[in-house]
């Protein structure tokens, strides 16, 4: 049975951090690559940051870039990321999802349209706000 399960979100003022976890079971990440997602009200889920199974490499949304850092920890099997100075705009349930290697590049994982995930967590709640 393959599970990702997502956890460390939560209430955070403007300038603040969180660290999320993504922790995967059923499946080993040395061979599945790993995307964050988030979704606001309103809005349309978009790709934050991923990280490549095949070498590390990582990619981060404009948004994100310089604030929000993805890593693997193969002994946990987890992937993470680290979110720091956070924004309102920040807010919004964040997915960790996996999909079997890399299709193309790891910016192509999560910029639109969006591959086809083979498995996706519940999201953890992140909010912004003083």
């Not at 499946?27 to 964050?36: E, F, N, Q």
């Not at 993470?80 to 960790?96: F, G, I, R, S």
Request: charged share 20%; glycine share 10%; with cysteine.
């Amino acid at each position: 049975q393959v599970q990702l399960v997502e956890s460390g979100g939560g209430l955070v003022q403007p300038g603040g951090s969180l660290r999320l976890s993504c922790a995967a079971s059923g499946i080993s990440l040395d061979y599945y690559s790993i995307g964050w997602f988030r979704q606001a009200p309103g809005k349309e889920r978009e790709g934050v940051s991923c990280i490549s199974s095949r070498d590390g490499s990582t990619y981060s949304a404009d948004s994100v870039k310089g604030r929000f850092t993805v890593s693997r920890d193969d002994a946990k099997n987890t992937v993470y990321l680290q979110m720091n100075t956070l924004k309102p705009e920040d807010t919004a349930v964040y997915y960790c999802a996996a999909i079997f290697g890399v299709i193309t590049t790891v910016q192509a994982m999560c910029v639109k349209p969006i591959p086809r995930y083979h498995y996706w967590g519940q999201g953890t709640r992140v909010t912004v706000s003083s």
